[in-house]
């Protein structure tokens, strides 16, 4: 069954299609109409003949020499002898076609019709869904951003010394909703920060006269110390250059 199936459609793909497009292709460059006519037929008959071996593969592919069967079939189509193709046109198709034409032609149009609208509804929905999408997301995005802001906002930035506001120890800190009065909050809470660096480093410069003051004191007490010490070392030094003198003074006199 799997071998006849492989067959079939090997056949079918080679003497089917690519036989018949080649033969196309010839009466079109020749301009050869009977050709033109004759594999245009051939081609009305193996549409609906694929459209027919779709199902029916599904659902016959289990009778005896179904392959088979197909295989001959494309065959009788194609051959010169039998001419199927244009016997099967020319007696069923055809007929079939020219009473139904107008039907076909309106149902043909109506579903033009429809799928221009439809691709329009689809196209109109797509983009108010992708607008509804970005509008939701920056507003969550916004409220992540404030959401954020209330809690770095910790009980450390509303209690700076100098503020004029009491906090307790487990009260958390009121955040306002409107971005005015948050941005008014923040601009308070960057003063009273501003204002806190400001006493620090006022107190840095306490310390730092305090130990410069303290230095000069030890100083001071240092150079006390000392200074009587150098007084005599120079004193002596004065009396040693006086005595040289003296005694060079009078060895010269002698």
């Not at 002898?81 to 069923?92: E, H, N, P, Q, V």
């Not at 954020?148 to 930035?157: E, G, I, N, T, V």
């Amino acid at each position: 069954m799997m071998v006849s199936a492989i067959i079939s459609r090997v056949v079918i793909l080679v003497f089917g299609t690519l036989y018949p497009a080649y033969a196309s292709y010839k009466a079109v460059k020749t301009k050869n109409v009977r050709e033109y006519v004759k594999w245009m037929m051939y081609w009305i008959v193996f549409a609906l003949f694929t459209c027919a071996e779709t199902f029916a593969d599904i659902f016959l592919s289990w009778v005896p020499f179904y392959y088979e069967a197909k295989i001959v079939f494309v065959l009788w189509l194609l051959s010169p002898a039998t001419k199927g193709s244009s016997i099967l046109y020319r007696k069923f198709v055809h007929p079939q076609l020219t009473k139904r034409e107008q039907k076909i032609d309106a149902y043909i149009q109506q579903a033009s019709d429809k799928g221009y609208s439809a691709i329009l509804t689809v196209g109109s929905k797509g983009l108010s869904y992708a607008s509804n999408v970005v509008v939701q997301t920056a507003l969550k995005g916004h409220g992540a951003v404030l959401d954020h802001l209330k809690k770095s906002y910790s009980m450390s930035d509303l209690s700076v010394e100098g503020s004029s506001t009491a906090v307790g120890p487990n009260v958390p800190p009121v955040i306002p909703d409107n971005e005015d009065e948050l941005d008014n909050l923040d601009n308070r809470l960057i003063e009273e920060r501003e204002e806190a660096n400001r006493r620090l480093r006022e107190g840095q410069d306490d310390v730092i006269t305090t130990r410069d003051t303290q230095l000069r004191s030890r100083t001071s007490k240092y150079s006390h110390k000392e200074a009587p010490t150098e007084l005599s070392a120079a004193r002596f030094q004065l009396r040693r250059i006086t005595r040289k003198s003296k005694s060079f003074t009078e060895g010269s006199t002698k």
